[in-house]
Each structure stands twice: as C-alpha cells, then as structure tokens.
C-alpha cells in the first residue's frame, strides 16, 4: 500500500466491526495491517451475504467491507506459541489494537505493561464497552457490548425516532464512530511518539463516544434542564431542517438561516413569507414548525424529489433520501470513488464495498485489495508455511 501511513505497521487482533472498522481505516491510509486471527478465524468470516456463483465461502460482505487492505496470520491465543507469536510482532510494531474484553489481554501476558516493556515505541490502541481500568474504571467495566448496547446506553436511540419510541439507527454507529475515534487517538499518540519517542495507551470506550456523538442533548440538559427525546425528522433548534414528502419520495430541506429561508420562499413562489414576522427568524418558525411544514410541503407534493432538488440544491441545501441503488446511479459516488470493486475469492464477479472519504489532494487514488484469506500471509509475516 501507498498513502500517508506507509511504513507504520499495526499489529491488528480486533474482530467484528468496531476493531476491524478502526484498523481498515490505518489500512486504507497506507499503513501495514497485520490482522491476527485464531485458527478458526475472525468470526464475521462466517457472516453474510455471499454471492450466488460462490461455490466456497472464505468470507462473505461483512468481513471483506472492513477487512480489506489488510494481511492476515494465524496465531492460537490459547497456546504458548501464538502468545509468543503476537509478542514478537509487537515488539517492532508500530501500532497494536484489540477490542476484547478488560482484562483479557493481560490474562494472556499481552499487557499494554509488557508489551512497551518489549517496545517501549508500541502505541496501544483498546476499543470495549465500557473502557479500559486505566484510563478511568467503569462500574461496567467487565460486561461485554455491542453496537445496540452502546446507541441505547450512549443516549442516541433515546433521541432518534418519533417522542416515545426510541429507535435504532441503521448502521452501526455503536462501532464506527468509537473505531473513527480510536483510530484519531492512534494517529495522535503516533505524532506524539516523534517528539518524545515513547508510545501510548489509547483507550475509546463506545458508550463514550456515543456520548460525545450526543453532545447537544448533554448541553441542552445543562442549560434547559429538559430531557431531549425523539424530535421524528425534525430539529429542535433549527426550522426547516428535516425530512419533506414529494410526489415519488422524500427529500431532506435545511434552511435555518435567515437568507436561506428567504431563497427557499422564492422558490416556492412566496417571496413574502420570507419577511412575514411569524417566519421571519429561525426562533420564530422553530415555534411554527407544523405551519412551516405545512408550506414547503404544498409545494413538494406536487413535484418530484429531482425536480425538487433541481430547484433549490443551488442555493439551500437540499438532498433526495437516497438507497442503495441510486448511490450506486449517482455520478458522484463514482467520481468520488465511494463505490470500489473488489475481488471476492470463490466467485466470478467483482463486489462492491463503501470506499474511503478521506482525500489527499495530489495524491494517486490508492488501490484496494481484497480481504485476505484466513492466514494468507503466514509465509511472509510468520515465516510459517501451512
């Protein structure tokens, strides 16, 4: 790989989403991605979907989105020599990351302690539940979680959804966001590491970060002393700014400034509401949500989301609801290189997985590899051929 990070290797033992998530992002940066797995693998190995045509099934969408760019070995952590294993590449790491449990690294003699005793360079990087007892000991500290335990503990299905019924969101933000963290701290105890030589404990607890995700309604709390709950598709502190119906769907208006929502008043052919006093600021329409509703959606009903769109994208944001299969039709996901192609082992065809967001200007677009297969890279990394 090429990118920013080439040359900083990461010993990678993280499995599911939230550690893979992490470390495919180091990995689609540049760095050396050493996925460390048991023998029986990586257990979303296992997880759907597969193509039709796959005739084996070393892996199926969930594993290859989250797990490419990276190399994989085998070490049994239940043995002396995969133990031994792991502690001789983190010796010349530069980064290692695991999301078990508190606890169970050093259960294993893989502390954060002995291994910067090994190498005293090693940035350490810890996702769980509830946090690490180094960096502040939760009375959760010992319980295991996943994406839905972290939105429902962390505030944010509490918010999302219609007022009384908390809702998941769709993605699992429970892992990503904590991994998007975690991979910040890494980078950061990384730069550190060029001043003072010396690597880090980086710890990211998902009930924290979900929190954090969270913010207004923690500052809303302080200053109101209200609890925040589901405000549906609309905004507490901002009108419009929400989800409007159409003629063949939904699109999503925000114009909580003043000289939006006077733009968006042309457009829908009432110039004059624009100035009118009950509309006049975002204060005065937060109170008259359902009227302000009522406006724009006269006019959306009665046009489609793209011609909606086409309206008023110039000067208001703007935004059809889009699925799957219109990302895959819009020119910019493709020009933007947020759709990539990978190989898929056992099948025929290509897959296709979310790209990388984050851009380098002057910078070739990097190529993605395929997941590895479950100890492909034993040779090289290990010197141990299977």
């Not at 180091?26 to 997880?47: F, M, Q, T, Y």
């Not at 989800?243 to 457009?267: E, F, M, N, S």
């Not at 889009?322 to 025929?348: C, F, K, W």
């Not at 897959?351 to 297969?373: E, H, W, Y």
Request: proline share 8%.
């Amino acid at each position: 790989m090429t990118g920013p990070l080439a040359g900083l290797v990461v010993v990678d033992l993280t499995r599911a989403l939230a550690g893979p998530y992490c470390t495919m992002l180091l990995a689609d940066l540049g760095a050396d991605v050493i996925k460390v797995e048991p023998p029986a693998g990586d257990p979303s190995r296992v997880n759907g979907p597969f193509p039709e045509d796959a005739a084996e099934h070393p892996y199926g969408g969930y594993f290859q989105s989250v797990n490419r760019n990276k190399r994989s070995v085998v070490a049994d952590f239940r043995s002396p020599e995969g133990i031994a294993a792991v502690r001789e590449l983190a010796r010349t790491a530069d980064v290692l990351v695991e999301n078990f449990r508190a606890g169970v690294m050093d259960r294993m003699g893989l502390s954060y302690e002995t291994l910067s005793a090994d190498n005293p360079r090693l940035v350490y990087g810890a996702l769980r539940g509830f946090g690490d007892p180094r960096t502040g000991e939760s009375p959760y500290a010992a319980r295991p979680a996943f994406d839905v335990v972290a939105q429902a503990m962390g505030g944010i299905m509490g918010i999302t959804g219609p007022p009384g019924t908390p809702t998941k969101i769709g993605p699992g933000v429970g892992d990503i966001f904590p991994a998007t963290l975690l991979s910040v701290g890494i980078l950061a105890a990384v730069t550190e590491r060029q001043r003072t030589g010396r690597g880090r404990f980086v710890d990211v607890a998902m009930y924290d970060a979900i929190v954090s995700l969270c913010e207004r309604m923690i500052y809303q709390y302080s200053y109101t002393g209200k609890v925040a709950v589901g405000e549906g598709n609309d905004h507490p502190l901002l009108c419009p700014f929400g989800l409007y119906r159409t003629a063949d769907g939904w699109v999503t208006i925000a114009a909580p400034r003043d000289h939006q929502w006077q733009k968006l008043c042309a457009a829908l052919g009432k110039p004059e509401l624009g100035t009118e006093e009950r509309f006049a600021t975002n204060n005065a329409r937060v109170r008259v949500r359902d009227e302000v509703r009522a406006v724009i959606e006269d006019w959306t009903t009665r046009r489609t989301m793209s011609e909606v769109v086409e309206a008023i994208a110039g000067d208001v944001p703007c935004g059809p609801v889009n699925t799957a299969e219109t990302i895959y039709a819009d020119p910019h996901a493709r020009v933007r290189r947020m759709l990539v192609e990978l190989e898929q082992p056992g099948s025929a065809r290509t897959v296709t997985v979310a790209g990388q967001p984050i851009k380098f200007s002057g910078a070739p677009a990097p190529d993605f590899r395929r997941a590895p297969l479950l100890g492909e890279h034993d040779a090289d990394v290990l010197g141990v051929r299977r």
